[in-house]
């Protein structure tokens, strides 16, 4: 059995084909989301589409359930707070009820998912440090949490303490706990341009980070045509 996990489309078709392509390609079965299907760029809607017609399991991301309500966007920076209100209008108001209708966290089989933390998944903290992710392992009651958020794929461990690493596979020993980020699909940002997911391979005990290169410049395209802010559609090709 092996599992595609991914997180943050935030509305990149190209990248999301693209993932979902070289999953197939490696034997994938079965399909895990992490939230964010939509923001920042082109496709909100086709994206939606993509991932239920995968009717894989799914969590809400911040950018899901702002999409979702009418109410101002709150603690959002101008850029997505624009690509927010312009997402609004591309989506359906099934696509919105489907968003809405999304937990906050899931168990699937034996590992765990999230958007943003497990100690408080509501309220979209970030996890960068050993700290951060001390926090969530409190409440981490499977061997391995995937998370996304930050767009920056990272691997926390805890033995006798957290530590962090950057690596590109991972050996899950059930002694430990494991909390991966598995990076972004549509919007990276650890400037690496090409599309982030996880390949966790449940019978060899592995987790691998994988990265895949897409049509960047249709991408672009799309999002400078729809009147997004240009450096949304800038930042693509930085990574950042
Ligand atoms: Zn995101």
């Known amino acids: 059995m092996r599992f595609a996990i991914f997180s943050d489309i935030h509305a990149n078709l190209e990248a999301l084909e693209a993932v979902l392509a070289d999953a197939r390609q490696r034997k994938c079965t079965h399909f895990v989301c992490l939230g964010d299907v939509v923001g920042y760029n082109a496709n909100p809607h086709e994206c939606l589409e993509r991932v239920r017609e995968l009717d894989c399991p799914t969590v809400k991301g911040n950018h899901d359930e702002q999409a979702s309500v009418s109410r101002f966007p709150t603690d959002f920076n101008q850029l997505a707070e624009r690509a927010i209100k312009w997402t609004r209008d591309k989506l359906t108001e099934k696509d919105k009820q489907w968003l809405r209708d999304l937990p906050f966290q899931k168990q699937v089989r034996d590992f765990t998912i999230v958007h943003a933390t497990l100690d408080t998944p509501e309220q979209w903290g970030y996890v960068f440090n050993n700290?951060?992710?001390?926090?969530?392992?409190?409440?981490?009651?499977?061997?391995?949490?995937?998370?996304?958020?930050?767009?920056?794929?990272?691997?926390?461990?805890?033995?006798?303490?957290?530590?962090?690493?950057?690596?590109?596979?991972?050996?899950?020993?059930?002694?430990?706990?494991?909390?991966?980020?598995?990076?972004?699909?549509?919007?990276?940002?650890?400037?690496n341009w090409r599309a982030a997911y996880c390949v966790y391979d449940v019978e060899n005990n592995l987790v691998q980070q994988i990265r895949v290169k897409y049509d960047l410049a249709t991408a672009q395209k799309k999002v400078i045509e729809a009147g997004l802010p240009r450096p949304l559609a800038e930042r693509l090709a930085m990574g950042r």
């Open 131 to 191: 700290l951060d992710a001390a926090a969530s392992f409190t409440y981490q009651h499977t061997t391995i949490c995937f998370f996304g958020h930050t767009h920056v794929p990272m691997v926390f461990i805890r033995d006798e303490g957290v530590r962090r690493e950057l690596i590109d596979h991972v050996r899950i020993e059930p002694a430990k706990k494991y909390f991966i980020n598995v990076g972004s699909v549509g919007q990276p940002r650890d400037g």
